[in-house]
């Protein structure tokens, strides 16, 4: 009996030094904003945000943020970590982002006016030319 649960105490042990060599290795590869490597990509852990994705590690969670609005940051914690607990710093990049989609309005041109030609005299079987014209008001 006490050898079944010294055997019982090394497999846990060895799980625990694997557990926190793979943290270790994580923790370092997430803040030079690389991926992890001791990680499984959880299914159900992709966001329809833009890409964001959800990694679980021996003990660990990894989120890899890539919203639309340009949050892309990858965060490292325990498994109770959620993407919701995030909120705050993904709202500031939508506002932001927000506020440069209404700065660059003014320089956003109608389709309707622009117009695509292809240049006759330039094809060939490696290459053609294009020509697009803005014929916008102000252009």
């Not at 990858?74 to 209404?102: A, C, P, S």
């Not at 622009?114 to 803005?134: G, K």
Request: contains cysteine; proline residues 3%.
């Amino acid at each position: 009996m006490k050898k079944g649960i010294k055997i019982c105490f090394i497999i846990i042990g060895v799980i625990v030094i694997l557990g926190i060599v793979f943290f270790a290795v994580d923790y370092n590869r997430v803040q030079k904003q690389e991926k992890p490597i001791f990680c499984i990509k959880n299914p159900a852990g992709i966001m329809n945000d833009g890409g964001t994705i959800e990694y679980f590690g021996l003990g660990y969670k990894v989120i890899d943020f890539n919203t639309l609005a340009g949050f892309d940051d990858i965060k490292i914690g325990t498994w109770f970590m959620d993407y919701n607990d995030f909120e705050e710093e993904r709202k500031e990049y939508e506002k932001i982002f927000e506020e440069n989609l209404q700065a660059n309005e003014e320089f956003n041109h109608s389709p309707e006016n622009v117009t695509i030609e292809v240049d006759d005299s330039t094809i060939s079987p490696e290459s053609v030319s294009i020509i697009i014209t803005d014929n916008n008001e102000e252009q």
